[in-house]
């Protein structure tokens, strides 16, 4: 199993980042994926996650309305659109599936 995140960088309060998780390894289409990140000094926490097929998710409190996350299933990406950022959204962010996790992602949300 390997999971790939991309996306991350430096952006202003109130900007947008989209990031992506490149999977492989497993029958991708079969299960469902979720974005956790680390912010400093706190553990690690779930931020969304999006069915096998994508018809269903569910978001934490603190990012729903702002962050948006999707699949694709021919791609074998999952993504996460993530708008009108906070620097309280400052983390590391990863992929998951099934307790494999990828290297992770740094956002930096900060003017």
């Known amino acids: 199993v390997q999971l790939v995140e991309s996306g991350g960088g430096l952006v202003q309060p109130g900007g947008s980042l989209r990031l992506s998780c490149a999977a492989s390894?497993?029958?991708?289409?079969?299960?469902?994926m979720s974005w956790y990140r680390r912010a400093p000094g706190k553990a690690r926490g779930l931020v969304a996650v999006i069915s096998s097929s994508g018809d269903s998710t569910d978001y934490a409190g603190s990012v729903k309305g702002r962050f948006t996350i999707s699949r694709d299933n021919v791609k074998n990406m999952v993504y996460l659109q993530m708008n009108s950022l906070k620097p309280e959204d400052t983390a590391v962010y990863y992929c998951?599936?099934?307790?494999?996790w990828g290297q992770g992602t740094q956002v930096t949300v900060s003017s």
């Open positions: 998951n599936y099934a307790g494999y």
């Open positions: 390894g497993f029958t991708f289409s079969r299960f469902a």
